[in-house]
C-alpha cells in the first residue's frame, strides 16, 4: 500500500505487515525480509557512493596507501596531544625537582586513570632507581625481619582492586588563597587520580615477619632523597592494604613508586 505521493508511510507499511500474536506483533519472516531489503538498499546507495568519490578523485591518503606499522607500545593520536599533566614546579628557581603534575580531569571520561596522566608528587623529584637492585625490607615489632627483591614479591599470591589516590594538598590553594583562580581543574583539583592496582596482600607478608603484639603502626619510608614516611593503623594494613607493584596491568611507573 501507498500514501497519496506513491511513497510507502509508516502507517501504509504497519497495515502491510500480518501480525503474528495479539498487541501487534511482527511476523518474524516478513520483519527479517523488510530488514534485509533495507539493508541490501543502503550497501547499494553505500557503492554508488564510493563509486562517486572514486570517480570524482576524493578519496582520503588513508584509504589509498598503507597505514603505519604495528608499535611495540600504543600511544594516544597526535590530536589527542593536549590532553596532557599540568606540571607545577613550586620553586623552579631553587629547587625545580620539588612539584607535582596534575591530572587532567577536564578531558577524561570514565572512571580510570590513564597510567601516564595519573598525578604525581615530588619533594625530591622522580628517583632514579635500578628495580633489581632495590629492596623491600619489612622491620621492627616483628619476630623475622625479612627482605626482598621484586623477583621473589613476584612469586607471592596478588590481588587486585580499584581505588582512587587523593594528595592531602589537593584543592589546597582553596584553603590559603582568596580566589577566585583563573586556572584550570588540573591544576588546582588535579591530585587525584583512580586506578586497578595488583600487588601482594601486605597480610601474606606482615604475617611471615610474624608482626608482634604491641606493633599498631607501620611506617612505610621512601628511599628516595626527600626520605618521606608516612604512618599507616596497622589494621589497616592487616585488613585490604596491598603492596602494590602492577598499575592498570602495568608496573608501577618511576613516578608512582617503581
Not at 501487534?24 to 547499494?44: H, T
Not at 546507495?45 to 589509498?64: F, I, K, Y
Amino acid at each position: 500500500m501507498q500514501g497519496d505521493a506513491g511513497v510507502a508511510t509508516k502507517a501504509d507499511n504497519m497495515n502491510s505487515l500480518d501480525t503474528a500474536a495479539g498487541g501487534g506483533l511482527v511476523d518474524r519472516r516478513q520483519l527479517l525480509g523488510r530488514c534485509f531489503a533495507l539493508g541490501a538498499g543502503a550497501a547499494a546507495s553505500g557503492l554508488a557512493m564510493t563509486g562517486q568519490s572514486r570517480a570524482d578523485g576524493d578519496l582520503a591518503q588513508w584509504v589509498t596507501q598503507a597505514g603505519e606499522t604495528a608499535r611495540a607500545y600504543g600511544m594516544p593520536a597526535p590530536e589527542e596531544g593536549y590532553v596532557q599533566r599540568a606540571v607545577i614546579q613550586l620553586y623552579p628557581g631553587l629547587a625545580p625537582e620539588y612539584g607535582f603534575s596534575g591530572t587532567p580531569l577536564q578531558y577524561l571520561r570514565g572512571s580510570i586513570t590513564p597510567n601516564g596522566l595519573h598525578f604525581e608528587v615530588h619533594h625530591g623529584g622522580r628517583p632514579q632507581l635500578n628495580a633489581y637492585d632495590h629492596r623491600l625490607m619489612i622491620h621492627g615489632l616483628v619476630e623475622r625481619p625479612l627482605q626482598f627483591d621484586l623477583a621473589a614479591l613476584d612469586r607471592y599470591p596478588m590481588v587486585s582492586n580499584v581505588h582512587f589516590l587523593e594528595c592531602a594538598g589537593n584543592s589546597g590553594r582553596n584553603a590559603f588563597d582568596s580566589g577566585p583562580f583563573q586556572i584550570t581543574i588540573d591544576q588546582l583539583h588535579g591530585l587525584v587520580s583512580n586506578a586497578e592496582w595488583t600487588g601482594v596482600p601486605l597480610s601474606v607478608l606482615l604475617d611471615e615477619a610474624g608482626v608482634k603484639p604491641e606493633a599498631k603502626w607501620v611506617v612505610a619510608i621512601g628511599d628516595d632523597g626527600p626520605g618521606m614516611a608516612r604512618s599507616i593503623p596497622m589494621e589497616k594494613m592487616m585488613g585490604d592494604g596491598i603492596l602494590a607493584l602492577y598499575q592498570n596491568g602495568e608496573r608501577l611507573r618511576p613516578e608512582q613508586g617503581y
